[in-house]
Structures are given as structure tokens and as C-alpha cells.
């Protein structure tokens, strides 16, 4: 096969942090490669610096036998090279059919027939691209009202709109459900041979059913290439990434994306065992007929939740259900429609204020991080601990101290000074979430906080959050990692269709009839390929 | 007029039920089309049924409302531009000299000045669009003040402080546009047939890549979009409407000096834009012709015992204040037409 895309020692650097150590790929034209590795590894750097948006400092770039380091961007997409991005790259403004129309380029000498016709063409083209995802309903929405596994769908079918012979995926699987990882991966296969694709993707199973080649980084440096077959079998990947200390193996996903059909969800009692709480721990959060929309397509409806003192409520649900709109309903981020009631502490919150929800004990690590981009980690911390100082809980209350937090995450300690741009999605995730602990919360929403994290950060983060319910703190999760979610977890919800289908409790999830039920709603099937 | 806003009203209305969706469409798009109609109706009527001293400010509140339509195409690309005063500056002398030429046909006029404004406007738009947001907005601010210091000290094509004065513009067969009742029907023909122009514009898609830009220009520039090409044209069509407006000052002052070009019209062009934003919720062109109209009644007719300029800061002062409180009332009507079940 003629090669398609070559990376001859290319370097990246971030001030005088080495992000990428010099690295040489070939990819030949229809070649399916993946690139893994921890967070932190440098596999989005390769991306950024294929697509022209991380700068190299040594090395070269030729792609079709073109040298393109010198490209911008836009020049790089218009030789072909096609990318989404960590987080889904919409426009939030436009309608999704607008969103797709922007990456249909008509050629430059239009189509006899003139005008209508052109615009005949690229009214198809879209309709057929957002068919490829499923979107197709959705066209003329507003692209916020999407949910983030939507968007995430958009920006595929906008890449793929723009028809590109390199396609760069990073992190295509962060926030689908299986079901939609499933089509996902059809999608991809479906794609015409001559196209190249490249993914980086913590989802091993997507990944192994994927990839004709695999490379894997850690630390900037490669480690290994090969065929999945050599990878899995590969003891130095092995020992970098793959497989899981049997600290991590609860929430692992990395063996088979059987596990997520498993007949034997744990509900992990070596977490939770220390940790159950007490007969009849006080209720923290109260929700009572919940109502949320948006432009007035209402989205929740009637939503009745408790949470109690150190206990984790989970939330699941497909993609679109509701769950990040209840979150942030609950944090007063987002309006709640007359009629809905949220107590903390038996206390009514204040509608639609945000700041004093939080000023009442409400911490929201809202999915995407939301890390403010000119702040060292050191003064994120700083600030929300001047928070806390400024609107001190009742005594008794568990008062989070920095040091707590970063024992807690210890992988912080040495990142302090760093900017959000500066460190891998899974210290970012930290970070967000030592944020929040500052503020010595009540109740700690978290929105998808395992989203695009290797299975290694995914434990860390799964015995921070245990950790964090056992010093009195209420948790509503929002996950689409079922592992961690059920993991963890002392009830469960499951969101469909802006209802709460059922509530159940950890003891109950073995139960088959449960399992069939969550199997019903997050679309989970036990063929356990993602085809 | 086109109406355009970052999210279409088709599109929000596609997300509702069906039943909901035509209920709210008709109750507003009857007393839409009704306020346009008597407005347009006005607007014509205007001279005969008052004074030539409102008939000149209603042309002068056309030409602020190019300007402003002019700014406010670059803030749906999200761009603060406070110098577009320059434009409608390029355009009033070319103007004024192809008058001084002997060519006073006004449609010949507004085209060379719409021409040259747009030219100059594709001259500075590389170097001002390797700027975003509030570096936008400032460079944009040296620009507005670079063009007055022009205006005044290049004296031998602007006339220095004096300006320059020119014959009255003829329409073809070669009438000289004298009375300001038919001075101010040419410029609301002109403002029509501009109106149509944006309409149509607002619609292509050069403003859906202004607005993509706007919205995720990374995203943009990876679907193939160079960000300096697409705004670029943006800018430049930016510029030849407040070029056209620099025509219409021809016609209605005939006259063009820095007094007509200077900060205070820049402003007053920057307020009416974000004026419009904040009574629309987003970037429209009804919002800042309607927000122009407001501006010179409150500076020129109300305050025209010499407090306009004061009543101008107030409003510049508030609008900033003014946009939370519209979206509020945007939401507060979102919410009123959801359903109740």
C-alpha cells in the first residue's frame, strides 16, 4: 500500500515540558491505525500536530508525498486530513444541518443545472451525513440543545461530510452509550477503503475491533506497534497501560467490550464495605417534581430523587435522556421550570441562582471540566478554598483543606503550577474535581467525570469519589461508565426519555430481572462486539 | 428587512410539538408583519406628514443605521468593530470628489463609494483580522481614530477641517436633489434596496461561515475554512455598506468633514449595533435599524438643546446593562409558551 501519511521524528514541546519525544509513524492510504496509551501519553499531540494546530519543534510532516508542516490548518483539511476533537467540535449557535452544511464543500466548478442544483447537492449531502449518525431528526434543532454524546455524533458527520482521505478521531467514543459505540464502530468500518483512519481512544474493545495496527505511547515516548494481536500480547504495554493492578480491575474496561454486557456487573464491595452508610443517614438532597427544558421542548419531567448523607446516587441513561440537564438543573446552572422543588438539607434552594446553590453546599464538576484557562491548578485550588472560607458550613461539617485534597489525588501535587492546558485530560479531570472539594461541598455533582480517561486515572478516580462519600459528602454521579457507575454506587436511577424509568439500590443490581431492565434502557446488548 | 439571529426561529420552533409550534409561530408573526408594514408605511408618508427638520433627521438616522448595519454584520461573525466610521468616511469623500468631478449621479456616486470603501475595507481586513474579541475591538478603535486624524490633516483630499462641500446629487435625467423630502426618499430607497441586499446576504453562505467562525473557529478552520478568507469577505462587505452610507451623507449634507466622521458618529454606530443585540437577544439587522432610529431621536431631537451627546452616553452606559435583562425576558417568554403538562 502507497503511504499516505508520514511522521519523520516529529517533536512537540510546551515551553519545556516535552510532550512528544521525537516519533515515526507510517499510515498507508485505508489503513486503520489506533494510538492508546495513558493520559498524558501524547496521543492528542500527534493529532494536533498531523491537523496542524500544535506546533512542531523538530521534525517533518508529508502527506500524499507533500511536505505540510508549513500548512495552516484549513489548508491541511483541504488537502484531505480530516479531525474531530477531544471535546465535540460544534457549533452551538447553528442548527446540526448547518453545522454539517459548513463541512460540504462543493467542487469549484458547480454542477450544470447552476445554483438550485449545487444547493440540491449539499442539502443530500447533509441529509445522507446525518443519516450515517443517526441525527437525522434532529436537523433543524439548535445544536445546544444536542446531548454531548449528539454533538459528539455531529462532529463525525461533519468530518465525514467533508469527505477527507485522513480521518483523525480523538476520543470518538467519550460520552456515547454502548449502543451508540456500536454504531460508532459500524460507521468507521463502513467507511471506503481508501480512507485512513486514525483513533485515539481509551475504549480498548472499540479499539481492538478497529484497528488493523496499533501503536502505543506513554510519557511522549513510543513504545510499541504492531497488530492487536502483538499489542495485547506486548509485556511492556502490558505494563504501561493494559493491564489493570488488581487495585483497577473493578472498573477496568480495558479486556473486552463483553464487560459491558456482563451478566455480573459488581457492585464492588471492597470499595464500598467500609464505607456503607448508616441505617438511616439524614437526606441531603430532597428533589421533587423536577421539570427542565430547553427553548420549550421540555426535557425532564417530573423527576423525584433523594440523596442521603454519604451515600452515591447514580445516574444513567442513553445519550439525550437527561442526565447532564439534571445536574446542572440541580446546581441552578440550568433553569428549573415552575413547579420543581430542590432542598438541601431540608432547606429550598434558590431557583436559577447558581451562586448560592453553591453558597448552600453544592459543588458541580460539570462535564468538560470547565478549568479556567489562565489559572495555575495552585489558584484554582486558592480560590475555591477562599470560598469555602468566605461561606463556612455549620460546625461539624467536613472542611476540605488543600492537603486533603491532594492526598486525595496525589498526582496533582507535583502539577501545581501548572495551567489546564498543561496537563493530560486525567489530571485535568483532578483537578476539577480537587476544585470542588474546596468548596467542602454537601452534595458533589459529577457530570461524566471518567469521559476520555485510560482505565488507570478511571480507578484513581473511582476510589477518590468512594473516599470522598465516606467523610459525609452526598454524591449524584452522572456516568456513562456503567462499571464505575454501579461500581460505586448505593442507588441507581436510570434516566429515559426525561423520566426516571427505576430506582434500585446496590443489593438489587443482581437481581436478573434488574439486569435485563438496565439492559432494556442503556441499550446494552450481550453480543459483546462493538459491530 | 432580514431578520437574522445565531439560532433561526424555524429552527427553535422544528424542536416543539407541532401543535405549540404553529400557536406560537401565528401569534407573533401576524403583529410582526402588521409593526413592519406600518412602519414601512410611515417611513413613506414621513415628509408629508411632518417638518423638514425631522425629514432631515429620519435620512440622518439612515445613514446611522447603515453604519450600524454595517458593525453589526461583524458582530454576527463576533466582531466589535467600533471603526467603521472609516468605511463610511472612504465612501463620503469618494463621493464627494467623484461631485466635484462633475459626477453627481447618485447612483454612480453611492457605487464608487460603496466600491472604494470596499476596497479599502479588503486593504485593512488582513491586518486587523489577525485579531479577535476585545484586541478586535480595540485595534478597530485606533483605526476609527487613525481615519479622523486623516480626515483632518490631509487637507489637500479632505479639506482639513473645513471639509469639502459638493453640488447636490442628480437622479437621472440629471434633477438635483435639493429638497430634503426627496433627499430623504432616495435614501430610503437606497436603504431599501441595501436592505434587500443584507436580507439576501444574511441568508448565503458567507454569513453561515461568519457565524461558524464566531461559534468554533478551530472547529472552522479544520473543516477547511481559512479563518483570514471567510472574514475577510465578511469585513469587506462590512465595509461597503457603511461605504453606501457615506454616499447617502453626501446627499443629505452636501458635505463631508471629520465633524460628520468622528468619534461621536462611531459611537453612536457601535451603540445602535449593540443596542440591537440587546433588544433582540442576538446580532440582528431589524435590531439595529430600529436601535438607530431610537439613537437619533433621543441625540438630535430630543436632546437637541445640546444634551443629545449626554442622553448618547447614558445609553452607551446602559446598554451593557440591558442585555441580561432581555434574556431574562426572552427566557421568561420561552418559558411562558412551553406546555403545561
Not at chain 1, 511522521?7 to 489506533?34: F, K, M, N, Q, S
Not at chain 1, 450515517?132 to 458527520?157: C, D, F, M, W
Not at chain 1, 468566605?390 to 501548572?418: E, F, I, N, Y
Not at chain 2, 479563518?227 to 462587505?237: C, F, N, Q, R, S
Amino acid at each position: 500500500m502507497n503511504t499516505l501519511l508520514h511522521l519523520d521524528e516529529i517533536c512537540c514541546r510546551y515551553g519545556a515540558v516535552t510532550a512528544l519525544h521525537p516519533l515515526t509513524l507510517h499510515i498507508a492510504a485505508g489503513e486503520r491505525r489506533a494510538i492508546i496509551g495513558p493520559n498524558g501519553a501524547g496521543k492528542s499531540t500527534v493529532l494536533n500536530a498531523i491537523a496542524g494546530t500544535a506546533p512542531l519543534a523538530t521534525g517533518r510532516v508529508v502527506f500524499d508525498q507533500q511536505p505540510i508542516a508549513g500548512l495552516t490548518p484549513a489548508s491541511r483539511a483541504n488537502r484531505g486530513i480530516g479531525r474531530t476533537f477531544q471535546h465535540p467540535g460544534v457549533v452551538d449557535t447553528l442548527t446540526v444541518a448547518d453545522n454539517v452544511a459548513l463541512a460540504v464543500h462543493l467542487p469549484a466548478t458547480p454542477p450544470s443545472g447552476g445554483r438550485r442544483r449545487a444547493r440540491d447537492t449539499r442539502r443530500a449531502q447533509v441529509t445522507t451525513a446525518l443519516n450515517n449518525v443517526g441525527l437525522e431528526a434532529h436537523a433543524t434543532k439548535p445544536t445546544e440543545q444536542l446531548s454531548y454524546g449528539q454533538r459528539r455524533l455531529l462532529e463525525i458527520a461533519m468530518v465525514l461530510a467533508a469527505e477527507p482521505r485522513l480521518l483523525l478521531l480523538d476520543e470518538p467514543s467519550a460520552g456515547l452509550d454502548p449502543h451508540e459505540i456500536r454504531n460508532l464502530a459500524q460507521l468507521i468500518r463502513a467507511l471506503p477503503d481508501d480512507i485512513a483512519v486514525i483513533v485515539v481512544d481509551h475504549h480498548l474493545p472499540l479499539v481492538f475491533a478497529l484497528a488493523d495496527t496499533i501503536t502505543v505511547l506513554a510519557a511522549g515516548r513510543h513504545i510499541a506497534t504492531g497488530t492487536p494481536h502483538n499489542i495485547r500480547t506486548n509485556p511492556q504495554v502490558n505494563d504501561v497501560y493494559l493491564i489493570p493492578t488488581p487495585q483497577q480491575r473493578p472498573t477496568s474496561h480495558a479486556v473486552d467490550l463483553d464487560v459491558l454486557a456482563s451478566p455480573s456487573w459488581p457492585s464492588n464491595p471492597e470499595l464500598r464495605t467500609s464505607s456503607e452508610p448508616a441505617p438511616q443517614p439524614p437526606v441531603v438532597l430532597q428533589v421533587e417534581r423536577l421539570r427542565a427544558g430547553y427553548h420549550g421542548a421540555p426535557v425532564l419531567h417530573d423527576i423525584d430523587l433523594t440523596v442521603t448523607s454519604g451515600a452515591i446516587h447514580t445516574i444513567l441513561g442513553r445519550n439525550g435522556a437527561g442526565k447532564s440537564t439534571l445536574i446542572n438543573t440541580i446546581a441552578a446552572t440550568h433553569p428549573a421550570l415552575p413547579g420543581t422543588q430542590i432542598r438541601l438539607d431540608g432547606i429550598d434552594l434558590p431557583p436559577g441562582n447558581p451562586t448560592r446553590t453553591a453558597r448552600h453546599g453544592v459543588a458541580l464538576v460539570p462535564q468538560g471540566r470547565h478549568l479556567f484557562a489562565s489559572l495555575t491548578i495552585r489558584e484554582h485550588l486558592a480560590l475555591a478554598a477562599r470560598h469555602a472560607r468566605r461561606h463556612g458550613r455549620p460546625p461539624g461539617d467536613v472542611r476540605w483543606t488543600t492537603d486533603d485534597a491532594l492526598d486525595l489525588l496525589p498526582a496533582l501535587r507535583d502539577k501545581l503550577g501548572r495551567y489546564p492546558a498543561q496537563l493530560s485530560g486525567g489530571e485535568q479531570q483532578m483537578a476539577a474535581l480537587a476544585r470542588a472539594l474546596l468548596t467542602s461541598p454537601r452534595l458533589l455533582l459529577l457530570d461524566e467525570p471518567t469521559e476520555g480517561l485510560a482505565t488507570a486515572v478511571v480507578d484513581q478516580l473511582t476510589h477518590a469519589i468512594t473516599r470522598i462519600a465516606d467523610q459525609s459528602v452526598a454524591i449524584l454521579l452522572a456516568e456513562q461508565n456503567q462499571h464505575l457507575a454501579l461500581a460505586v454506587a448505593d442507588q441507581v436511577s436510570v434516566l429515559d426519555h426525561g423520566r426516571i424509568a427505576f430506582t434500585t439500590t446496590a443489593r438489587t443490581l443482581h437481581e436478573p430481572a434488574t439486569r435485563t431492565r438496565l439492559n432494556d434502557l442503556l441499550g446494552v446488548t450481550t453480543t459483546g462486539s462493538p459491530s | 428587512m432580514s431578520t437574522v439571529t445565531a439560532i433561526t426561529p424555524d429552527a427553535i420552533n422544528a424542536a416543539r410539538p407541532p401543535l405549540l409550534q404553529r400557536a406560537s409561530a401565528n401569534r407573533w408573526r401576524r403583529p410582526r408583519q402588521g409593526v413592519a408594514v406600518a412602519a414601512a408605511g410611515l417611513a413613506v408618508v414621513l415628509p408629508a406628514i411632518t417638518g423638514r427638520y425631522v425629514v432631515t433627521l429620519a435620512a440622518t438616522a439612515i445613514i446611522l443605521a447603515l453604519l450600524a448595519m454595517s458593525t453589526q454584520l461583524l458582530a454576527v461573525a463576533a466582531l466589535p468593530s467600533f471603526g467603521q466610521t472609516a468605511f463610511l468616511a472612504v465612501g463620503a469623500y469618494t463621493a464627494a470628489h467623484l461631485a466635484d468631478a462633475g459626477l453627481t449621479d447618485g447612483l454612480l456616486q453611492l457605487s464608487g463609494a460603496t466600491l472604494a470603501a470596499a476596497l479599502a475595507g479588503a486593504a485593512v481586513a488582513p491586518v486587523v483580522l489577525r485579531t479577535r474579541g476585545t484586541t478586535f475591538l480595540m485595534v478597530t478603535i485606533m483605526i476609527q481614530g487613525l481615519a479622523a486624524a486623516v480626515a483632518l490633516h490631509w487637507t489637500s483630499v479632505t479639506g482639513g477641517d473645513e471639509g469639502v462641500d459638493t453640488p447636490p446629487v442628480t437622479l437621472w435625467p440629471g434633477h438635483p436633489l435639493t429638497e430634503a423630502a426627496y433627499q430623504y426618499w432616495y435614501a430610503l430607497a437606497v436603504l431599501a434596496a441595501c436592505g434587500a441586499g443584507i436580507g439576501w446576504l444574511m441568508r448565503s453562505r458567507l454569513v453561515l461561515v461568519l457565524r461558524g467562525h464566531a461559534g468554533h473557529e478551530p472547529r472552522m478552520a479544520a473543516l477547511g475554512h481559512h479563518p483570514t478568507i471567510g472574514l475577510g469577505l465578511g469585513y469587506t462587505a462590512a465595509a461597503a455598506i457603511a461605504g453606501a452610507g457615506g454616499a447617502l451623507l453626501i446627499v443629505v449634507n452636501q458635505h463631508a468633514g471629520p465633524a460628520d466622521l468622528g468619534f461621536g458618529t462611531a459611537a453612536a454606530g457601535f451603540a445602535a449595533a449593540a443596542l440591537g443585540t440587546c433588544l433582540t437577544g442576538t446580532p440582528t439587522m431589524t435590531g439595529a435599524l430600529t436601535a438607530a432610529i431610537a439613537i437619533i431621536a433621543l441625540r438630535d431631537a430630543t436632546g437637541s438643546n445640546g444634551t443629545g451627546p449626554l442622553y448618547l452616553g447614558l445609553l452607551c452606559l446602559t446598554v451593557p446593562y440591558l442585555r441580561p435583562t432581555v434574556l431574562r425576558l426572552h427566557r421568561h417568554w420561552a418559558r411562558r409558551s412551553e406546555p403545561t403538562a
